[in-house]
């Protein structure tokens, strides 16, 4: 017969383990009195958190497991993969971890900082993958994952791990507090590039857009397209003649049914290329060419 309280108890032993390996994994950094959020050491000049969360702000405080506080600065930000990177005033110790695969049903282990930068940690389960996708913001994310988990708000923009160690990647919300994950794949590409330049660039048209239906008889059968609500002035797509009002079908044959069809064609490598909007104006379908720019910094 085998004796499950001592499964129990050897599973109990590896989750303390982990707890306390995760203590060189993460900090607590400092947002006002009496608040704070997790971030996650990913080497020892970068640590990075949920750039959603965190304030506008030039400068934070750190709090490590061994009660050191260090000073640092922000090194970049990106809304589009909800990373940003703060640089230590001096460089911190770091494990070493080893990015893992997502499988659904496997285990999970996310990690938050209590205000003395010791981990929190937080047991669940993967429950869905998806293929890479486009955030709102137009990054480019490697894959969603997404976990059956209960994370408090100080806990987001911390490491999450699987049952082995291996790094999964960073906590976030999404929509509705759904917990997902940033893949530690996501992480390797945009740090570097925040490091660099602060930013990552990406495409732009300078155009407000919401879902509307399309009119009867319009559109090839397609039923919702993108209305045009605002334009930036001297943006691409003022440029290209488009107006408030416009429903746009398509984007380079793409469809327009929603709004991540479009940010997903505005990335980096789009900087500088023709694409051609089909659009309807006055009963009609008709198309302009537009030329992406680079999305301004405000």
Known sequence: MVDRTNILAQFSSALVERSVAANSAIAAIRLREGRHMTGMLWRPDAVITSEQSL??????????????????????????TNLAVLKPERPLSVATAIPAASHVGALA???????????????????????????????????????????????????????????????????????????????????????????????????????????????DGQSSGLMVMSLAAGGPAANAGIVAGDIVLSVDGVSARRMRNITARLGTDSIGRTIDLRF???GLVTSRQAMITERPNS
């Open 109 to 219: 282990i996310a990690f938050g900082a209590d205000a003395g930068g010791t981990a929190t940690p937080r047991l669940g389960v993967v429950n869905a993958i998806g293929p890479e996708w486009h955030s709102s913001h137009g990054g480019r994310i490697e894959q969603r994952v997404e976990l059956d988990i209960d994370l408090a708000r100080r806990e987001e923009g911390g490491p999450v791990f699987d049952a082995s160690g291996g790094l999964l990647g960073m906590s976030t919300f999404g929509p509705r507090r759904q917990v997902i994950i940033i893949p530690a794949a996501t992480i390797e590409r945009v740090v570097p590039i925040l490091f660099k330049d602060g930013r990552v660039s990406r495409g732009w048209l300078g155009v407000g857009l919401r879902p509307v239906a399309v009119p009867e008889g319009l559109g």
């Open 280 to 282: 309807i104006r006055g």
């Open 55 to 80: 304030p506008e702000r030039e400068e934070f405080e750190l709090v490590t497991a061994d009660g050191s506080a260090i000073k640092a600065k922000m090194a970049g930000r990106d809304p589009g």
